[in-house]
């Protein structure tokens, strides 16, 4: 090769475009018409703090799937009105629980975290009642601000596998209390499976699954036959 | 040699030297003229920048060997995928902010299996729903594809996208919601650990 010098910048000129598209970011996938559709939408929940990310994850979801631009608004308002009141059920939720901790100083209660806002959200909207997740949020032991994202998360698998609220609300209520780490908690649905395709009813076979993750048990429950080691 | 011959030579003989004596002779210059030429010179000299300008665009003949060009084109796209703003296959932390974000990442497998499939990408909300998400690689050419997912700890949402048009929910999930658009999404739960 004589002069690699020019042949080199000829093909980087060339290969810019490919890389400017790929840096695209993912506001410019979507048409103009969807951005005028939600603006409106995302400028009141972004006045409101609510989970703003969230929202722009359904639009960019909407436009990559084809969505009409007034579907899209549609799904995007209902998301953040779900945001909004469950949201404000929470500060409420934890203002309560605060003050009482505290013989009714005012103390600033935990604010949850935009996780939490949708992960509840999406608990309530799965047929999950709003009090059961309230309760799940006083559950917390004082001074803890682990995230609840990932027990609203398990609650709602739990119950769209066929546990009663009451057991699930529990179970799961003593999984926060007791600080049982995510990553076991996490595998509650995944056990729960493998004893329900063995036949065995949902209450019971979430029973199993406490066994064999030894968890510890809800007040009032049967501990049952300790899992072999 | 005819003495007519010999005449000739003798006379062009004569000619050659006398012109190398004129090549030979002391060229003859004014006092100073070497130091004024050098001077002008200088004074009318282009600057780096004008030297470097003409260099790039005086014309050239290029010679290249389809070797050669291959190699010129890997290091090019190798310097595009390597530079930090060229962006590089859609990476997680691009889309919405998840919670977790700041602490360790936690590798995730996923799998499809479609064995019919050209290709399969992963999207989600962890990489904004890019339809050019993440290419999942059919190693063993038997249709599972798979791809390992470095993902901060947190609830994300996800789908496969087969062919570049068919979207599907992944049947390993754990979970699989109401996407609202007629759909359904997958749910994965990333955790620290597992």
Request: charged letters at 20%.
């Given at each position: 090769?004589?002069?690699?010098?020019?042949?080199?910048?000829?093909?980087?000129?060339?290969?810019?475009?490919?890389?400017?598209?790929?840096?695209?970011?993912?506001?410019?996938?979507?048409?103009?018409?969807?951005?005028?559709?939600?603006?409106?939408?995302?400028?009141?929940?972004?006045?409101?703090?609510?989970p703003?990310?969230a929202?722009?994850?359904k639009?960019?979801?909407?436009?990559?799937?084809?969505?009409?631009?007034?579907?899209?608004?549609?799904?995007?308002?209902?998301m953040?009105?779900d945001f909004?009141?469950v949201?404000?059920?929470?500060?409420?939720?934890?203002?309560?629980?605060?003050?009482?901790?505290?013989?009714?100083?005012?103390?600033?209660?935990?604010?949850?975290?935009?996780g939490e806002v949708v992960a509840a959200a999406m608990a309530v909207r799965q047929g999950i009642?709003?009090?059961?997740v309230?309760?799940?949020?006083?559950?917390?032991?004082?001074?803890?601000?682990?995230?609840?994202e990932?027990?609203l998360v398990v609650l709602t698998e739990?119950?769209r596998?066929?546990?009663?609220?009451?057991?699930?609300?529990?179970?799961?209520?003593?999984?926060?209390?007791?600080?049982?780490?995510?990553?076991?908690?996490?595998?509650?649905?995944?056990?729960?499976?493998?004893?329900?395709?063995?036949?065995?009813?949902?209450?019971?076979?979430?029973?199993?699954?406490?066994?064999?993750?030894?968890?510890?048990?809800?007040?009032?429950?049967?501990?049952?036959?300790?899992?072999?080691? | 040699?005819?003495?007519?011959?010999?005449?000739?030579?003798?006379?062009?003989?004569?000619?050659?030297?006398?012109?190398?004596?004129?090549?030979?002779?002391?060229?003859?210059?004014?006092?100073?003229?070497?130091?004024?030429?050098?001077?002008?010179?200088?004074?009318?000299?282009?600057?780096?920048?004008?030297?470097?300008?003409?260099?790039?665009?005086?014309?050239?003949?290029?010679?290249?060997?389809?070797?050669?060009?291959?190699?010129?084109?890997?290091?090019?796209?190798?310097?595009?995928?390597?530079?930090?703003?060229?962006?590089?296959?859609?990476?997680?932390?691009?889309?919405?902010?998840?919670?977790?974000?700041?602490?360790?990442?936690?590798?995730?497998?996923?799998?499809?299996?479609?064995?019919?499939?050209?290709?399969?990408?992963?999207?989600?909300?962890?990489?904004?729903?890019?339809?050019?998400?993440?290419?999942?690689?059919?190693?063993?050419?038997?249709?599972?594809?798979?791809?390992?997912?470095?993902?901060?700890?947190?609830v994300?949402q996800?789908?496969?996208?087969?062919?570049?048009?068919?979207?599907?929910?992944?049947?390993?999930?754990?979970s699989?919601v109401d996407d609202g658009?007629?759909?359904?999404n997958?749910v994965?739960?990333?955790?620290?650990?597992?």
């Amino acid at each position: 090769m004589s002069h690699p010098v020019p042949v080199l910048a000829l093909l980087l000129a060339s290969a810019l475009p490919a890389a400017a598209a790929r840096q695209a970011p993912p506001e410019a996938r979507v048409d103009a018409a969807v951005w005028t559709a939600v603006e409106p939408v995302l400028s009141a929940a972004r006045r409101d703090s609510l989970p703003i990310d969230a929202l722009r994850s359904k639009v960019f979801e909407g436009a990559a799937k084809g969505v009409a631009p007034e579907r899209i608004r549609v799904v995007v308002q209902e998301m953040a009105d779900d945001f909004r009141s469950v949201r404000n059920a929470l500060r409420g939720a934890g203002a309560r629980a605060a003050g009482d901790a505290a013989a009714g100083a005012p103390v600033p209660a935990p604010a949850p975290a935009p996780g939490e806002v949708v992960a509840a959200a999406m608990a309530v909207r799965q047929g999950i009642p709003l009090d059961a997740v309230l309760r799940l949020w006083r559950a917390r032991p004082d001074g803890v601000a682990g995230s609840l994202e990932v027990p609203l998360v398990v609650l709602t698998e739990i119950v769209r596998r066929g546990v009663d609220v009451p057991q699930a609300e529990a179970l799961m209520g003593t999984v926060v209390a007791n600080r049982v780490p995510a990553h076991v908690a996490a595998q509650l649905p995944g056990r729960l499976d493998g004893a329900l395709a063995a036949g065995t009813p949902p209450g019971q076979a979430l029973d199993a699954a406490v066994r064999a993750l030894n968890l510890p048990r809800p007040p009032g429950r049967n501990p049952g036959r300790r899992p072999i080691r | 040699m005819s003495p007519a011959r010999k005449g000739d030579t003798r006379r062009e003989e004569a000619r050659l030297r006398a012109l190398l004596e004129s090549v030979r002779a002391p060229e003859w210059a004014p006092p100073g003229f070497a130091a004024r030429v050098m001077a002008r010179v200088r004074r009318e000299g282009r600057p780096a920048w004008r030297r470097a300008l003409d260099w790039l665009l005086r014309p050239r003949a290029v010679r290249v060997t389809p070797a050669g060009a291959l190699l010129a084109g890997a290091a090019a796209a190798l310097v595009l995928w390597a530079a930090p703003w060229s962006g590089g296959p859609a990476q997680p932390g691009e889309g919405p902010a998840q919670a977790g974000a700041g602490t360790a990442q936690v590798v995730t497998r996923f799998v499809f299996v479609a064995p019919q499939a050209g290709s399969v990408h992963l999207t989600g909300d962890f990489v904004a729903w890019d339809q050019q998400g993440v290419p999942l690689d059919d190693a063993r050419g038997n249709g599972v594809w798979m791809v390992d997912l470095p993902l901060d700890p947190g609830v994300y949402q996800y789908a496969f996208v087969v062919d570049g048009l068919e979207w599907s929910p992944d049947p390993l999930a754990v979970s699989q919601v109401d996407d609202g658009f007629g759909r359904q999404n997958s749910v994965v739960i990333v955790t620290q650990g597992a």
